[in-house]
């Protein structure tokens, strides 16, 4: 598939939405800063959210090896929009907030079983031109490199996700890593068990994909799964980093602080170690 749009119209079109996320922002006080592994607030004076620190030491306690190397993703996303909202003026961040918002009726909206072609394109849109242009492995050639996406865990979704429909054409030459999920467990926890990869990765480099990470413990178990079945690195590249002020305090204080208008470079590299 060739990008639909060059990066300067690409810009243009979504350029508004976009945040590079700048892990561990610092604290100046005012704003919290963000997770150092994930980028989400986090209260100051802390340098981790709760799931990373939780994974994190899991790792550490049990021998695992870290399930994700380094971690991407293109946007922040703000959950709750509402059209009718007046707007708070009052607030520095609103109009990142109200693009955070209609980014994530994006993220949520293409994979609709009734979606519009309009969300659709965007979301195949940001994928190819995320894909195109921050993949792990350029300005190699690629040698060596598998893709997988984090399976759902929900068992109601019905054929095939959309954005599996996307990927595998974008990245019709690399090899498909067989990632399924093995077990039912509670989604909100890490669980190093819940997917599994028949096949052999050993050596192999991963580039693992997801629409959205919330609060990560999916693409993380995930990436165990890759790990177990002998991969060497594994990077996440999510498309979004799913936000909700309403549920979390330094949520709010960061959005309202204007911490979404980082501002978006499509020269810097978006990628976080994790490890």
Same mark, same amino acid.
């Given at each position: 598939?060739?990008? +639909?749009? /060059?990066?300067?119209?690409?810009? $243009? ?17 005012v704003r919290p800063g963000t997770c150092e592994?994930? /980028?989400?607030?986090?209260?100051? =004076?802390?340098?981790? #959210?709760? +799931? #990373? ?9 049990? =021998? ?28 520095? =961040? ?11 009726? !994006? ?28 993949? +792990? ?10 893709? &997988?996406?984090?399976?759902?865990? $929900? ?9 599996? *429909? ?10 498909? &890593? ?6 039912? %467990? ?13 096949? %052999? ?7 693992? !994909? ?8 999916? *693409? ?8 177990? *079945? /002998?991969?060497? $690195? ?6 979004? $980093? ?18 979404? =208008?980082?501002?978006?470079?499509? *020269?810097r590299s978006p990628w976080i170690s994790l !490890?």
């Amino acid at each position: 598939m060739t990008s +639909p749009l /060059g990066s300067s119209l690409f810009l $243009r079109e979504y350029g508004s939405f976009l945040c590079n996320v700048r892990a561990g922002l610092p604290a100046d006080g005012v704003r919290p800063g963000t997770c150092e592994m994930c /980028g989400t607030p986090v209260t100051v =004076g802390y340098a981790t #959210c709760y +799931p #990373c620190h939780a994974v994190r030491d899991v790792a550490t306690r049990t =021998g695992i090896p870290f399930p994700l190397d380094r971690l991407a993703f293109l946007t922040y996303a703000v959950e709750g929009f509402d059209v009718t909202r007046p707007v708070p003026v009052s607030l520095t =961040g609103d109009t990142h907030e109200r693009q955070g918002r209609q980014a994530y009726e !994006i993220l949520k909206g293409f994979k609709a079983p009734r979606t519009s072609r309009v969300l659709w394109m965007s979301a195949a849109a940001w994928t190819v031109w995320m894909l195109q242009n921050w993949a +792990p492995w350029l300005p190699g050639n690629g040698a060596g490199w598998h893709w &997988a996406q984090v399976p759902s865990v $929900r068992s109601h979704r019905v054929g095939e996700h959309p954005l599996h *429909a996307i990927v595998k054409v974008v990245l019709a030459q690399f090899p498909e &890593a067989d990632l399924r999920v093995s077990r039912s %467990s509670d989604a909100r926890e890490f669980d190093p068990e819940r997917f599994i990869c028949d096949q %052999s990765l050993a050596g192999a480099n991963v580039v693992l !994909i997801d629409d959205s990470w919330t609060t990560g413990v999916n *693409a993380l178990s995930a990436g165990a799964a890759l790990k177990r *079945a /002998g991969a060497k $690195r594994v990077d996440g590249m999510m498309l979004g $980093r799913l936000l909700n002020p309403a549920r979390w305090a330094p949520t709010a204080q960061f959005i309202e602080h204007d911490g979404l =208008g980082q501002g978006f470079d499509a *020269a810097r590299s978006p990628w976080i170690s994790l !490890i």
